[in-house]
């Protein structure tokens, strides 16, 4: 062989070496994921600083699971044995919510007992200590949602306990999404007008939507905040995530079903034919993409 041609040969070889080497490095590239599923009967249920021996609780978002959640701190669900208990807590730069699911028992707020049942809600600012625990014979089943408040202006803890029941909250249609859904507005910011309580400071909206049979709240998608959404009832189509050409992607959805939506991510759901599905949904600013007192 002469010269040019093992010139070429070792040129070609060389060539096929870097190509192959880009390869293996793409491969090993990890992207971050537009949107994260949870199956809350599947999720496992692991140590966190509220556990007891009688309090068990499953990381779903943020603290405890891993993902891409930035604004969130945690987003779970505690069981609470009957007669059981938590252990108190308090978070200096860190907002929670709690959900009432199912059953009943009490929220130790500061020094104050607050009673809570099926659908109660909860609003905790941070510095407060709290806790949770059973006053019944059956479990406690609680969503517990925290917002890292780092950053944003320290406001007073509001002077009474901020809690209602789901069901006192009327349901209201929402400019921008058809009628086949209606919104119980639970929880805005603290300039909130429209909403049953005004406290969030990084929570921008907590709400339930009740769609019918065969309805749907728009795909959307929201520049600024993240979002989760948890079946309650019913089943369907979340939408989720999307592409260049503007096709969402569809996937099937049951009660359990927890999705967690990054900013620009796309964001719908669409109820089954037959049968109404109710979906607890929180949105909250990312951290950086505002300034609170410039944008509501």
């Known amino acids: 062989m002469d010269s040019s041609k093992r010139l070429a040969s070792t040129f070609t070889l060389l060539l096929v ?27 496992a249920e692991k140590p966190s600083d509220i556990t007891t021996a009688t309090c068990h609780y499953k990381p779903l978002f943020g603290k405890g699971d891993s993902g891409v959640v930035v604004g969130v701190a945690r987003y779970g669900e505690v069981v609470i044995d009957p007669k059981g208990a938590c252990a ?96 119980r507005l639970l929880m805005g910011d603290v300039d909130s007008k429209r909403d049953r309580i005004a406290a969030g400071r990084v929570l921008t909206s907590l709400f339930l939507m009740e769609i019918a049979p065969g309805g749907t709240n728009f795909p959307h998608h929201h520049e600024r905040e993240e979002e989760i959404y948890l079946v309650l009832q019913g089943h369907g189509t979340m939408v989720a995530g999307g592409g260049m050409d503007g096709i969402a992607g569809r996937h099937p959805a049951k009660a359990g079903d927890a999705y967690f939506f990054r900013l620009n991510a796309t964001v719908g759901y669409y109820s089954a034919p037959d049968v109404k599905s109710r979906i607890l949904c929180v949105r909250s600013w990312y951290p950086g993409m505002v300034q609170k007192g410039m944008e509501h």
């Open 17 to 43: 070496a870097i190509l192959c080497a880009s390869l293996l490095h793409a491969e090993d590239r990890r992207i971050d994921p537009t949107f994260l599923y949870r199956d809350t009967s599947t999720a």
């Open 88 to 183: 108190t807590v308090q978070y200096p730069e860190e907002d929670q919510v709690y959900v009432v699911l199912n059953g009943s028992g009490s929220a130790k707020y500061g020094e104050e007992d607050v009673p809570l049942k099926t659908e109660d809600y909860l609003y905790i600012p941070s510095t407060i200590p709290h806790t949770l625990s059973n006053t019944s014979a059956v479990p406690v089943l609680v969503v517990i949602m925290g917002f890292k408040t780092k950053g944003f202006e320290k406001t007073q803890p509001p002077a009474h306990t901020l809690k209602t029941n789901i069901e006192d909250v009327p349901t209201a249609l929402v400019n921008g999404h058809p009628d086949s859904t209606r919104y």
